[in-house]
């Protein structure tokens, strides 16, 4: 009796041990997605890292930002401020996180304070201006611009811009005009030129009324992304001239990108009483709608097609998302590829369609020819060959699946959602350990992405099971 259970003490503690060994090899997810380590088993502590310099937060909140994770990018910032509370880069890259916000008082102070360290700083008056004509303060801002003794394009831009607010075409001219002609930003360049046509097609057009030009050129803001100095402009237009139809659609647009859907809506409505039959009123009063009344929105989309709206595309990306985002998958997956027969160009349109077919309606037989389609418009690219190898998943033809995504990292040897597939083959067909090799690649191929997490959580649900597994297997 005593050998017996020496035997099973003995059985019992190497059991432990291998179940000891095994746990350590799970994957943890911290609080931030990104940050993800595999668990060591050592108990000798580490020394702690030197804390991040000025610099890292700066390049950390940059990084953060190309991400469009604003949070942690002024987080960042705030703690190279910290650091070194006599720099100006961390308090302008704060100032422009509120600007983009639309915090326009908290802007304000930021970029008052730059300027205070620092009254010649370009880039703090440029963002100044900027916020004055956020808080609906043109006069301030046109002001400022011609205070600034520094000689500066995009200076020069927005001086030429509030002169035509203000309707000093002629000085409006001048200075766009030296703006053209300097090797200054593109996007501005063009802008000002488009200023300068609405200028020309006015003197073209004989017996216009000053308010034509006041819309042409609230036309060009529009197209500009201000929106701030177009709003007022076009509010005078209006109550000026009631039935202008054009400027109340114009007046509509410039609401919808300040994301004021009440105003947006009244615009719009407005000019849709002048005119039912523009296509564009019933297409942006949609977009209006999507965010109070997608049932609505869906409806005058599809009038709006009807009616003839171009670009179609843009119309038919937009009805699609709005049935995806009400559960109506056949709906959404139709006008998905309705958008890839108009322009199959583009890759990444096959995707959202090819996960409803998989995902959502279980059609695998519509998903293996829609990724056929992808791989004959785009046979060179290791995303066609890894679609159609998900598509065949789908199928459970594992051999052509296996195949194809076998070919799309021979293409590219880093295309983590590749090795993701491969991870749910394997997972499939019961070759556990095979799986949990190709979903620890695709997280680490994949760090920072939403590849990276599946792979992450697909890795430890196994490892959870083989545990659970080897728990009752060893329970007396």
Known sequence: ?????????????????????????????????????????????????????????????????????????????????????????????????????????????IFLNVLKKDSANIEGNINLIKTYIGQGKPQKALDLTTTIQQQNDTIDYYKGLLYAYFGKYDDSKKILGVVTQKNTNPEIQKNAQEILKSYEVFSSTQGSQLIYLKTLIAKNLNQAKEFQLTIPLLFQVVQEKKDYRDAWILLGYAYLNEDDTKNAIDALEQAQKLDPHKPETVFFLGLAYQSQNKIKAIALIEEAITKGFEPKIQAKQKLADLY???????????????????????????????WIYIEKLQDGEKASALAQKALEKHPENAMSYNFLGWALLAKKDYNGARDNLGKAIQKDPKLAVAYLNLGRLFEEINYQSTAKDYYKTAFEMGKGTSISNSAAEKYNLITQKENNALKTSVTP
């Open 324 to 354: 995806f985002d009400t559960g109506k998958y056949d709906q959404a997956a139709k006008n998905y590829e309705d958008v890839i027969n108009l322009n199959s160009d583009d890759l990444s349109y096959f995707t959202r369609p090819l």
């Open 1 to 109: 009796m005593k050998k017996l259970v020496t035997g099973l003490t003995i059985l019992l503690t190497l059991t432990l041990a291998i179940l000891g060994l095994i746990l350590t090899n799970v994957i943890q997810i911290n609080n931030e997605p990104q940050k993800i380590t595999v668990v060591q088993k050592e108990t000798r502590k580490d020394p702690e890292p030197s804390s991040p310099t000025y610099f890292e937060h700066l390049e950390k909140g940059d990084g953060f930002v190309k991400k469009n994770n604003d949070t942690l990018a002024f987080n960042e910032y705030v703690l190279a401020n910290k650091i070194n509370p006599e720099a100006v880069e961390p308090l302008l890259k704060i100032g422009k996180l509120h600007l983009k916000r639309r915090d326009y008082e908290r802007a304000l102070e």
